[in-house]
Structures are given as C-alpha cells and as structure tokens.
C-alpha cells in the first residue's frame, strides 16, 4: 500500500530552506514522475522523500501544530498519489504538489474555525504573551524571533512570505499554487511586511519599555 511509503516525521520542525542547496533537478523529477504515473510505487516514494521536507515546513508555518502538519503532509502525497494520472506536466511537479498541499493546510483551518480551537488558542496566547516576551528573547536569536510573529499573521499574509522568502518562489509559481493573480500576491506581500515590520517595532517598542 502507498500509505507503507509516507511518510518518515522530519527531524526538526518549520527549518528555512533560503540558501540550501538542492541535490536534485526537474529533470529527475519528470522521470520519477512518469514512473509513478504508470503505477512504479518506488519511484513515488523517492518523489516523497525528495519533496516531504518543503511540503511539510509550508504546511506547518500554515497550521503552526506539529502533529497537524504531519497528518496534511501524509494527507497530501496521498493525494497527489491518488491524483498523479491527471498531472499533464504541463507546470513542475513541485509547483502542482505545493498547491496540493496548500489546499489542504487551508481546508485543516477551515475545520478550526468550525470547532472554533484557533480562537481559543489565540486567546490564550494573547493572555500569556507579555509573560513570554523576556523568556523568548533568551532562547531564541532574531530569526526566530521574526518566524514567531509570521505565525501570527493572518494565513493570506502568512503564506505568501512562506512561499516567497523562505520557499524563494517566484510570483508565477506563486499564482500557480495559491490559483490568485500576480497583482493580488504582490498586494499581499506588502501589506504582510508592511504588518510584520509593525508588529516587530512594536515588540522592540515593549522590550526596550521592560528593560
């Protein structure tokens, strides 16, 4: 069964790939992709472990819980798995597999706000954060610092600095994965780090008000 090959829990959570090398091409996914697409289950077991890291680190920065994002991730590969006979590889595999696993990460909050556990996490968090501010300072250097309040973005505006900064996509991939013009990505880029950039002045503002 497919499910024997998924997926192996990556060994640290929401890692920035910016700068990381890649150890394999397009031209070596096109031809696992056809294996796969003629039913060679090995071969689409290489596509997952190629592939599961970066799928996994946009679903979580999405979900921002753990155990969550492995079960999207699973769910994900599933599907492509389920849906590779329809991939025309007419876009990179990559680009078709992110919007996969877009689609899903958004149809896991769609079912929080039903339940309504975001707006309880949300307002817990809103309870202990000032508690938390000196102790986050100390554990963790600037860069963690700045993915903690991406986390706290709206997820229209999370997703495009995932995609765009830590993913390097670029704006065509983008529209590709998110199905929304150029125009309107490039809108929500810059409200996103017009709201980052406040939300950290405004961290610095109470950290330096404390000390």
Known sequence: MMSEYLLQPPQSIGISLTGVASTFTDQDDVA?????QSGDQDAFAVLVQRHQRRVFNLVYRMLQQYDEANEVTQETFLAAWQGLRSFRRDARFTTWLHRIAYNCALKQLEQRKKDSALQVAMQAEAVDSDERIGAELEAHDRQAIVREHISTL??????VLVLRHLQEMTYEEMAEILTMPIGTIKTHLFRARNLLKERLEAFDQEWKTKG
Not at 154 to 159: E, F, G, L, S
């Open 154 to 159: 709206p997820a229209k505006y999370r997703v």
């Open 32 to 36: 696992l992709v056809i294996a796969s």
